[in-house]
């Protein structure tokens, strides 16, 4: 096995495992130890109601396995955010996200072969899914869709959660008001290096997600990450006003071209259109000012400095690279002389 002169910290996310937790973290510490210098495992317990927190409490006290941090929340989150609370008190050099039923963790190694060698984030999609419900399929389909045409990646296929991250991705993150959303899209979409690798693992367990949470947590993804939803909403309310606006017209031209037209029909449809028309611009304006809140509250840092070089020779330290010798006599003034480097 490839040995990485590195510090890793590996970040596990758990619910109502406390049958499995305790071989799944052995056997995670047999395999990155051998791998790397140094190494930490951090696990989120995901507000688990079995006794998953007393196993994990035994599994950090004396006689228990080396390295842990735990986490338990006090409520569930989505793993998305769940991830994040590992990743935020993660201290290695690099952070691996690993679902430890569903990625594995024995192609941690092909992962941190190309981290170390330059990119700041490496993803990992395995090819074989555990069996999902059609309207699951459906509903994920649908998702990828349309946050593909809004944001230009492929969630499932670009930006999987197995991942490893460098530590200047974790702190780009930490820059953002809401990392804990930002985390999943960002580091596919913020110009750093990164590789994406496939690989085949059956999955430890299958298990079926819920349909209703992952609709939440997609709609809230979708609409964080993009100004796509938003910008329908004012583009429908701007072909709402411009429509009211042509009808109007028409209405007037109708009238002064035909005779025979109904009595008060022009009164009630220019009343009409042109109400219709100011509640369509003030929802414009609206519109258009929530989507400029929200712009700002989502907004990142203005700039983010990725990588920093310097010349290994300055000139300007060359020319102030002198100090003075005060000679023998006090009357005599003081002579400068170039300093030699060591």
Same mark, same amino acid.
């Given at each position: 096995?490839?040995?990485?002169? $590195?510090?890793?910290?590996?970040?596990?996310?758990?619910?109502?495992?406390?049958?499995?937790?305790?071989?799944? +973290?052995? /056997?995670?510490?047999?395999?990155?130890?051998?791998?790397?210098?140094?190494?930490?495992?951090?696990i989120?317990? #995901?507000?688990?109601?079995? @006794?998953?927190?007393?196993?994990?409490?035994?599994?950090?006290? *004396?006689?228990?396995?080396?390295n842990?941090?735990?986490?338990? %929340?006090?409520?569930? !989150? @989505?793993? @998305?955010?769940?991830?994040?609370?590992?990743? *935020?008190?993660?201290?290695?050099?690099?952070?691996?996200?690993?679902?430890?039923?569903?990625?594995?963790?024995?192609?941690?190694?092909?992962?941190?072969?190309?981290?170390?060698?330059?990119?700041?984030?490496?993803?990992?999609? #395995?090819?074989?899914?555990?069996?999902?419900?059609?309207?699951?399929?459906?509903?994920?389909?649908?998702?990828?869709?349309l946050?593909?045409?809004?944001?230009?990646?492929?969630?499932?296929? /670009?930006?999987?959660?197995?991942?490893?991250?460098?530590?200047?991705?974790?702190?780009?993150? +930490?820059?953002?008001p809401?990392?804990?959303?930002?985390?999943?899209?960002?580091?596919?979409?913020?110009?750093?290096?990164?590789?994406?690798?496939?690989?085949?693992?059956?999955?430890?367990?299958?298990?079926?997600?819920?349909?209703?949470?992952?609709?939440?947590?997609?709609?809230?993804?979708?609409?964080?990450?993009?100004?796509?939803?938003?910008?329908?909403?004012?583009? +429908?309310?701007?072909?709402?006003t411009?429509?009211?606006?042509?009808?109007?017209?028409? !209405?007037?031209?109708?009238? %002064?071209?035909?005779?025979? $037209?109904?009595?008060?029909?022009?009164?009630?449809?220019?009343?009409?259109?042109?109400?219709?028309?100011?509640?369509?611009?003030?929802?414009?304006?609206?519109? *258009?000012?929530?989507?400029?809140?929200?712009?700002?509250?989502n907004?990142?840092?203005?700039?983010?400095?990725?990588?920093?070089?310097?010349?290994?020779?300055?000139?300007?330290?060359?020319?102030?690279?002198i /100090? /003075?010798?005060?000679?023998?006599?006090?009357? *005599?003034?003081?002579?400068?002389?170039?300093?030699?480097?060591?």
């Amino acid at each position: 096995m490839t040995f990485f002169p $590195v510090f890793l910290s590996v970040v596990f996310v758990v619910r109502n495992q406390s049958d499995h937790i305790e071989a799944i +973290l052995s /056997e995670a510490a047999a395999n990155i130890s051998s791998m790397v210098s140094d190494y930490e495992l951090i696990i989120v317990d #995901n507000a688990s109601n079995d @006794d998953s927190v007393s196993v994990l409490k035994n599994l950090t006290g *004396e006689g228990g396995q080396p390295n842990l941090q735990v986490y338990a %929340l006090t409520k569930e !989150v @989505d793993t @998305d955010t769940a991830s994040w609370v590992g990743l *935020e008190n993660a201290l290695g050099d690099f952070v691996a996200v690993i679902n430890p039923w569903l990625d594995d963790i024995g192609f941690l190694p092909e992962m941190l072969d190309k981290a170390v060698s330059g990119a700041d984030v490496v993803f990992a999609n #395995n090819q074989k899914k555990p069996a999902q419900s059609l309207a699951y399929r459906i509903a994920y389909a649908v998702f990828n869709g349309l946050y593909k045409g809004a944001n230009g990646i492929n969630l499932t296929k /670009e930006a999987p959660q197995f991942r490893v991250l460098s530590k200047r991705i974790v702190n780009f993150i +930490l820059q953002h008001p809401q990392p804990a959303i930002a985390y999943r899209h960002l580091p596919a979409t913020g110009g750093f290096a990164r590789a994406n690798l496939n690989y085949s693992a059956m999955p430890r367990v299958s298990y079926t997600k819920r349909l209703k949470g992952c609709i939440d947590r997609g709609i809230r993804l979708l609409v964080s990450t993009t100004r796509a939803p938003m910008r329908l909403v004012t583009s +429908l309310t701007l072909f709402g006003t411009f429509s009211n606006l042509v009808y109007s017209c028409y !209405v007037v031209v109708i009238g %002064l071209l035909k005779t025979d $037209v109904a009595p008060g029909w022009i009164s009630l449809s220019l009343q009409q259109s042109g109400m219709f028309f100011l509640i369509s611009l003030v929802l414009l304006v609206l519109a *258009e000012y929530i989507l400029n809140m929200v712009s700002l509250q989502n907004e990142g840092p203005l700039y983010h400095v990725g990588q920093e070089f310097t010349s290994s020779r300055i000139t300007r330290r060359e020319k102030l690279n002198i /100090e /003075e010798v005060a000679s023998k006599t006090s009357h *005599e003034p003081f002579v400068a002389y170039p300093k030699r480097a060591a």
